[in-house]
C-alpha cells in the first residue's frame, strides 16, 4: 500500500500502501503495558474492522461509484491473509537493519508532538520518492498488483507484494530515530492514523475537498493515480501529504478530469507473477 505500516493484522498505502500498508516499528511492539497476551493479540484485528466498517458505512451512505461488493471483497481477504504473512516474514528482516541515532541529542527533549511531526514529515518525503521509483519501469512489476483492482474501496488497497511491503518499510525505519526517547502513545497514533489513512486512501467517496488537497491527500486525489489513463498513473503519488507532487512536478488537479475514471492495469499479467511481483 503507499499509505503507511500497521501491524500484521492489517494494511500501508499501501499506501499506496501505499500507494501502501505499514507497520508499527520496534518501540511499539508492545502495545500498551496493562492489556493480557490475549488482548494484544485481538487489539490489531478488533482496531482493523471496526475501522473497516465505519468506511463500509461511508461507502454505503457517499458512494462515488457502484461497487459489486460480493465479487471483489473476497478477493480482497485472500489478499489481506497474504499481506499479513508477506509482512511478518519481511520485518524480520527490516527490523535488524541499523539504522543509526542521527537525532542530536540537543533535540532529544522536544515534546513528543513535534518528534511526531518531524517523524511524519521524514517518512511522507521517503514514500513519495519509494513511490515515484516503483513507477519506473525498472521497479513496476513489483507495484503492479496494487493497480490491478478494477474497483477502488476501502480494502482494494491491501494488495502488495512482497518487494512493495519491504521497500514502504524502509521509509518507516528511516525515519525511526526522530521518535527517539517519545511517549508510548505516538506509536499508538502511528499504527491508527496508518490503517485509517491506507483506508482513506483508497476510500469510494467523493466529493468537493480541493480545500482539504492543499495539505492531503483525499480519496478523490488517490483515485485519480490509480486511473488506467498513462496521463494520470504517474502522477498524485503523495501518500499523506500532498506539497511532495506539487514540489516536484507530479501534481494533477482533481478538478481537471473529464469524464468517468476507470481502474485496473492495461497490461495481462499471470496471477502468480502479478502476486509475487515478478
Do not use: C
Given at each position: 500500500?503507499?499509505?503507511?505500516?500497521?501491524?500484521?493484522?492489517?494494511?500501508?498505502?499501501?499506501?499506496?500502501?501505499?500507494?501502501?500498508?505499514?507497520?508499527?516499528?520496534?518501540?511499539?511492539?508492545?502495545?500498551?503495558?496493562?492489556?493480557?497476551?490475549?488482548?494484544?493479540a485481538l487489539y490489531p484485528y478488533l482496531l482493523f474492522w471496526s475501522i473497516g466498517l465505519l468506511c463500509f458505512l461511508a461507502e454505503w451512505r457517499f458512494p462515488a461509484r457502484p461497487i459489486a461488493y460480493r465479487s471483489v471483497f473476497w478477493r480482497?481477504?485472500?489478499?489481506?491473509?497474504?499481506y499479513n504473512v508477506s509482512f511478518l516474514a519481511v520485518v524480520q528482516a527490516t527490523d535488524r537493519i541499523p539504522?543509526?541515532?542521527?537525532?542530536?541529542?540537543?533535540?532529544?527533549?522536544?515534546?513528543?508532538?513535534?518528534?511526531?511531526?518531524?517523524?511524519?514529515?521524514?517518512?511522507?518525503?521517503?514514500?513519495?520518492?519509494?513511490?515515484?521509483?516503483?513507477?519506473?519501469?525498472?521497479?513496476?512489476?513489483?507495484?503492479?498488483?496494487?493497480?490491478?483492482?478494477?474497483?477502488l474501496y476501502w480494502l482494494s488497497g491491501i494488495r502488495a507484494t512482497i518487494p512493495h511491503i519491504a521497500l514502504f518499510n524502509l521509509t518507516y525505519i528511516i525515519a525511526l530515530p526522530l521518535l527517539h526517547e517519545a511517549s508510548a502513545w505516538a506509536f499508538q497514533v502511528i499504527m491508527v492514523e496508518h490503517i485509517v489513512r491506507n483506508n482513506w486512501m483508497h476510500l469510494n467517496v467523493t466529493w468537493r475537498s480541493s480545500w482539504l488537497e492543499w495539505v492531503f491527500v483525499t480519496p478523490r486525489y488517490h483515485q485519480i493515480h490509480h486511473s488506467t489513463d498513462p496521463a494520470h498513473q504517474r502522477t498524485n503519488l503523495g501518500a499523506l501529504l500532498t506539497i511532495w507532487d506539487r514540489l516536484f512536478g507530479t501534481y494533477y488537479n482533481p478538478d481537471d478530469v473529464r469524464g468517468e475514471l476507470s481502474f485496473g492495469l492495461a497490461e495481462r499479467v499471470p496471477p502468480v507473477r502479478l502476486v509475487i511481483g515478478l
Open positions: 500500500s503507499e499509505g503507511g505500516q500497521a501491524p500484521a493484522a492489517m494494511p500501508a498505502n499501501t499506501a499506496e500502501s501505499s500507494i501502501g500498508i505499514r507497520r508499527v516499528g520496534r518501540p511499539s511492539r508492545g502495545l500498551a503495558g496493562g492489556r493480557r497476551p490475549m488482548d494484544k480482497d481477504l485472500i489478499a489481506l491473509g497474504l539504522i543509526p541515532n542521527y537525532m542530536p541529542a540537543v533535540l532529544y527533549n522536544l515534546p513528543t508532538v513535534v518528534k511526531l511531526a518531524f517523524f511524519y514529515i521524514v517518512e511522507d518525503f521517503g514514500l513519495y520518492w519509494v513511490h515515484r521509483l516503483m513507477h519506473t519501469k525498472p521497479v513496476w512489476r513489483i507495484h503492479r498488483w496494487h493497480h490491478s483492482p478494477t474497483s
